[in-house]
């Protein structure tokens, strides 16, 4: 052979060779790559509940004492559902997560909620007078129109979301409570 012909031969292998000694390093950049995205997956996914849910149309009843209602629409923006297991404010000594349901004669009646409010995956759960609400126990004073309140969510993932509601004057929703002789004053 010549020198002429050896050389495309040899570049030819030393072709082959870095061709091959590459593929690792190639399955490598695409693995990693994957794995980066399997990373922003799953950081998306385990987004808190706090992160995704959102508060639009909050208002308070107003109330001397004893017990109002707060309303709400709560919006998921998630891929997995989100759960209200409890709320607090300031405005009183107790909030109840509360459903009104019909008892046994046909009579409207508010009682509490086991297992908390579930806001489905990109759903809404409408918190309104006459069926789902909080229920503030015990206020601490008079709640007068034109005011607002702070309310804390709990999540069950333990997530907290903060919000503010305005307190209006509203005829409506006065149900029965369940533990009415336990607790004064109407909702």
């Known amino acids: 052979m010549t020198a002429a012909t050896m050389a495309p031969r040899s570049t030819t292998v030393r072709r082959?060779?870095?061709?091959?000694?590459?593929?690792?390093?190639?399955?490598?950049?695409?693995?990693?790559?994957?794995?980066?995205q399997d990373a922003t997956d799953a950081a998306t996914s385990a987004s808190s509940s706090a992160e995704v849910v959102t508060v639009s149309d909050?208002?308070?009843?107003?109330g001397d004492a004893g017990m109002t209602g707060l309303f709400v629409v709560l919006g998921n923006?998630?891929?997995?559902?989100?759960?209200?297991?409890?709320?607090?404010?300031d405005a009183a000594s107790a909030t109840e997560l509360h459903e009104t349901v019909a008892d046994a004669s046909g009579t409207m009646t508010?009682?509490?909620v086991s297992g908390g409010f579930t806001i489905a995956a990109n759903g809404q759960r409408v918190l309104?007078?006459?069926g789902d609400h909080l229920m503030l126990m015990g206020l601490t004073g008079p709640l007068?129109?034109?005011?607002e309140i702070s309310v804390e969510l709990r999540f069950s993932d333990g997530s907290m979301l903060?919000?503010?509601a305005p307190v209006k004057d509203f005829a409506g929703a006065n149900e029965n409570y369940e533990?009415?002789?336990?607790?004064?004053g109407g909702h």
Do not use: Q
């Open 162 to 164: 903060e919000f503010s």
């Open 179 to 184: 533990g009415e002789a336990e607790h004064s």
């Open 128 to 130: 309104e007078p006459g």
């Open 58 to 62: 909050a208002w308070v009843k107003a």
């Open 110 to 112: 508010m009682r509490e």
């Open 77 to 89: 923006g998630g891929d997995a559902e989100a759960t209200v297991v409890s709320a607090t404010t």
């Open 16 to 36: 082959r060779r870095m061709s091959a000694a590459l593929v690792p390093f190639g399955l490598l950049a695409m693995l990693a790559g994957c794995a980066v």
């Open 144 to 147: 007068s129109p034109g005011e």
